[in-house]
């Protein structure tokens, strides 16, 4: 075999692995012109948006942009323009259902052989559900920080590892003098109920609106409607 033919082989069999890599890919990964023009589309990119290569090779890009975004596409393409790279660069696109998608992008030029930018590469990344559950994370504080109930998380042992707003009016303890310390400086000693609170928690159960009696900072006993519930992790293990 003549080294040309060597070479050639082995430029062929790197191509195919380059284009199994981009076919096999959970993420879209795009080439375009350094115009916007679609040039390859590959089957994430498909899942992703909801366009075939069929449909969106030969097309603009910003057929996936929303109306507020679609200025992105022209700075981004500056940039790569002047040889710049956009890292993990978050935003929204849309996808052909109209539906609106949280991504996460990098793009990156294109060098022919002779060093100069004939295109760009872009790797886009779902992240909607990620998003999603960062607002809900928010949203779920937000809540409990402004609820006139008494809202706080122990660890197993009893150790207080969150209070909010709520809990410093109705106990009276700050969060700064209660995280890290025991639940127990808040039972009444004739009534603690402690153990088989933690019993039931250790072992998957909720405690629904069970009446008891509890004490403030300054030792006064109140009279409580308790709700106490197990946290899991991802593995269903009571943590």
Request: some cysteine; hydrophobic content about 35%; charged content about 25%.
């Amino acid at each position: 075999m003549t080294q040309k033919r060597q070479d050639l082989n082995i430029s062929l069999f790197k191509e195919n692995i380059y284009q199994s890599i981009v076919n096999s890919s959970f993420d879209a990964i795009v080439c375009k012109t350094l115009d916007g023009i679609v040039l390859n589309w590959n089957p994430a990119a498909e899942k992703i948006f909801g366009y075939s290569a069929d449909e969106m090779v030969g097309e603009s890009m910003l057929k996936i942009f929303p109306d507020n975004k679609k200025q992105e596409e022209a700075d981004i393409l500056e940039k790569i323009r002047r040889g710049e790279v956009v890292n993990h660069f978050q935003t929204v696109r849309k996808h052909k259902s109209g539906r609106l998608i949280d991504v996460s992008v990098t793009i990156s030029p294109v060098y022919d052989a002779d060093g100069r930018i004939v295109a760009a590469s872009k790797i886009a990344r779902d992240i909607t559900e990620q998003v999603k559950a960062i607002r809900l994370s928010h949203e779920y504080q937000a809540i409990v920080e402004s609820s006139e109930d008494a809202i706080y998380s122990l660890s197993l042992d009893g150790t207080v590892t969150s209070w909010n707003a709520g809990a410093e009016h109705i106990f009276g303890f700050s969060t700064d003098e209660i995280l890290g310390q025991s639940v127990s400086a808040l039972y009444d000693e004739e009534n603690p109920q402690s153990d088989d609170i933690l019993k039931a928690i250790n072992s998957g159960e909720s405690l629904e609106h069970y009446k008891t009696t509890r004490k403030n900072k300054d030792g006064f006993v109140m009279n409580m409607s308790e709700t106490v519930s197990p946290l899991q992790d991802q593995n269903g293990k009571v943590i």
